[in-house]
């Protein structure tokens, strides 16, 4: 499996991005796809997480309302819209997935698959 994220960029305060994950090497129908995030010296943290086939979403109480997570299941590419973004939100972003167990995790150990890591920068 291999996920290739990208996206990331630098942007004001109030802005929006979109992050992208595109995702390669098997067929994800039954997997579950996420991003996590990590600042500088903090601990890597769930931001999003979708079932692939859409049916369960689960979002950390700090992006909810600003981040929508979504998938394109023909082009097997994973997306994260960032609204409102806050310099808080700074961090390198990480995609990831793993086979869907019936439920989403928020803990990046249950994830075995990730993908490089894409900087986003919000400045003040």
């Known amino acids: 499996v291999q996920l290739q994220a990208s996206g990331g960029g630098l942007v004001q305060a109030g802005g929006s991005l979109r992050l992208s994950c595109a995702a390669s090497?098997?067929?994800?129908?039954?997997?579950?796809m996420g991003w996590f995030r990590q600042g500088a010296r903090k601990e890597r943290e769930f931001v999003a997480a979708?079932?692939?086939?859409?049916?369960?979403?689960d979002y950390a109480d700090s992006v909810k309302g600003r981040f929508t997570i979504s998938n394109n299941y023909a082009k097997n590419t994973l997306y994260l819209q960032m609204n409102s973004l806050e310099p808080e939100d700074t961090a390198v972003y990480y995609c990831?997935?793993?086979?869907?167990?019936?439920?989403?995790?928020?803990?990046?150990?249950?994830?075995?698959?990730w993908g490089q890591g894409t900087l986003v920068t919000v400045s003040s």
């Open positions: 979708i079932s692939w086939n859409g049916g369960k979403i």
């Open positions: 090497g098997r067929t994800f129908s039954t997997y579950v």
């Open positions: 990831a997935a793993d086979p869907y167990r019936g439920s989403i995790s928020t803990s990046s150990h249950e994830y075995s698959y």
